[in-house]
């Protein structure tokens, strides 16, 4: 979704510089345009030309320019970034920002743009910690610049404690919200993703093949639309996603538990999670050996999450998935009345590029009104995307025909 942004960045005297490179590349991979600037202190670190060659743009840091070159001021940079960036920020940046000076290239073009700008510290814990640098900060986010936590850790000057740039994947993230219209806020999803592990001994259980793609999407888009995200995922290798509520569980009745425990103050509730319906109806303390013959195992019923959560939704929408490998919509359908649902995701996972393992999806999203949507083969994030919308336009529409009525 960076695609065709324009971004500034801002990159400062630190140690954490280097790694100013790696989100250039980040961005650039997302198709973003990157206009790098550099403070004097930053070429210590790190040398312009790494910049320019990973941005494929020139890299700005003197605030005087040739004649030719006047197209290129901090005004046309301020002017132009859709989103102004400044990682590392050392205490110093801060501390000018705050007290609105502007001596530099990189702080007057600050000055003078319109765009969000997102800081993201990176100092030794003792500066970050520092009361006057706390002050600057508190002062700045009370006048709409955007922060990112610095992480804990060991640091380059040998203190442990807060003051490492965050991780670049959470800063990508964070660009990605600010750029996104808050359409969601006020919404409290809940989201359910992944498989359910269902053991028969200590070494082995029943699964399926879902990977959380889909469902993780969903939280992502979800976060960064303004929406306050609980995801309970069952067991992923995928990472956790920045900004949200994160539970992980394992079987189908852990799932169920944790749905029930945090339903209460959500508006939505998605259930993405290809729950097993079956468990074994015994769990041995020691694994199973394979003896001679054969081997039964007894499975018994799951509970039906969803079928559970559709008849207490109150007014929720309830969005479920259909993972069908025949008659898609008619089975799709079925599922919705019976569980109660508003929206379901039909997935035909024998078709190429959808389903379970992939990064893409093609999806039908049907409505209780007979509404059916199609969607084609897209990233899972786009999906996300579509389905989000199709919840959003019910909303709307609720809340208009509650407001008339
Ligand atoms: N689901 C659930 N609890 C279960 C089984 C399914 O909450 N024990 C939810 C899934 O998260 C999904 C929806 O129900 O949103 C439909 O899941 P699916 O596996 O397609 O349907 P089933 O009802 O299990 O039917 P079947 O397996 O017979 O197709």
Redesign the pocket.
Known sequence: MLKGKKIVLGITGGIAAYKSAELTREFVKRGADVKVIMTGNATEFIAPLTLQTLSGNPVYMDMFLPADKSEISHISLADEADILIIAPATANIIGKIASGLADDLLSTTVMATNAPVLICPAMNTNMYTNDIVKQNISKLASKNYFFIEPGHGELACGTEGPGRLPPLEDIVEEVESILTKSDLAGEKILI?AGPTQEPFDPVRYITNYSSGKMGYALATMARRRGAEVTLISGPTSLPEPFGVKFLQVSS?IEM?NAVMNNMEDSTIII???????FRPAAISDDKIKKGDGSLSVRLER??????E?GKMKGDRIL??????TENLIE?ARG?MTE?N?DI?VANDVTQDGAGFRTDTNIVKILDRKGGVEEVPLLDKIEVAERILDRIKAMKDKGLKQKSEG
């Open positions: 359910t189908t169920r259930k993405a999670a290809a729950v097993a319906d799951n509970p039906d999450i969803i079928s959560v969005v479920g998935f259909a993972v069908e089975n599922k569980k649902m379901i």
